[in-house]
T-cell receptor, first 115, second 111 residues
Framework: ETGVTQSPTHLIKTRGQQVTLRCSSQ?????VSWYQQALGQGPQFIFQ???????GRGNFPPRFSGLQFPNYSSELNVNALELDDSALYLC??????????????FGPGTRLTVL | GNSVTQMEGPVTLSEEAFLTINCTYT??????LFWYVQYPGEGLQLLLK?????DKGSNKGFEATYRKETTSFHLEKGSVQVSDSAVYFC??????????FGPGTRLSVLP
């Protein structure tokens, strides 16, 4: 069973640029969630995808967008980067969408630095 | 809305000391409660969870009991090791909504 993988590991961009982060979910998992973890803080929910459709969104502007593919891998896209977007971006996969007891399995994250 | 509050760190202990990290929550309905651990440079790993009142989650010597009456889920370990040094996050999930995490508590264990 393969775990959640993310790429790239680190990324440096400048303000105003666009970035795409990628995530491969754990084998058999059909739900992917993305989180932003600023330095010294807990992860903040960005959005979730279930079977290629957005299924819930946190308090993030529309310039944060995503995709999920038929193989359940996912992308997070951020347009018009701002300095405050610098953070660790975490992807988590799970097996079910709505059950209150399922567990999310996290990838190692992508560290994005915006200069 | 749902929220999680954790004791502020950093917490510094000597090896073999007793650990408690406090966690309290506010949630509608009956949330599931989780502790995740984040080692330096890594993502989050599930440490333990509890899905209903009075359940005790346990793993690797860590324990936490779901206390509905005090809305708490405190993490404990009887004897910490240097390898337990990490950041610990308390989290909840309620009504099929997504995870809400606390701010994290950094633990440093000295030899």
């Amino acid at each position: 069973e393969t775990g959640v993988t993310q790429s790239p590991t680190h990324l440096i961009k400048t303000r105003g640029q666009q970035v795409t982060l990628r995530c491969s979910s754990q084998s058999g998992h059909n739900t992917v969630s993305w989180y932003q973890q600023a330095l010294g803080q807990g992860p903040q929910f960005i959005f979730q995808y279930y079977r290629e459709e957005e299924n819930g969104r946190g308090n993030f502007p529309p310039r944060f967008s995503g995709l999920q593919f038929p193989n359940y891998s996912s992308e997070l896209n951020v347009n018009a980067l701002e300095l405050d977007d610098s953070a660790l971006y975490l992807c988590a996969s799970s097996l079910t969408r709505g059950a209150g007891t399922d567990t999310q399995y996290f990838g190692p994250g992508t560290r994005l630095t915006v200069l | 809305g749902n929220s999680v509050t954790q004791m502020e760190g950093p917490v510094t202990l000597s090896e073999e000391a007793f650990l408690t990290i406090n966690c309290t929550y506010t949630a509608t309905g009956y949330p599931s409660l989780f502790w995740y651990v984040q080692y330096p440079g890594e993502g989050l790993q599930l440490l333990l969870k509890a899905t209903k009142a009075d359940d005790k989650g346990s793993n690797k010597g860590f324990e936490a009991t779901y206390r509905k009456e005090t809305t708490s889920f405190h993490l404990e370990k009887g004897s910490v090791q240097v390898s337990d040094s990490a950041v610990y996050f308390c989290a909840l999930r309620s009504g099929g909504q997504n995870f809400v995490f606390g701010p994290g508590t950094r633990l440093s264990v000295l030899p």
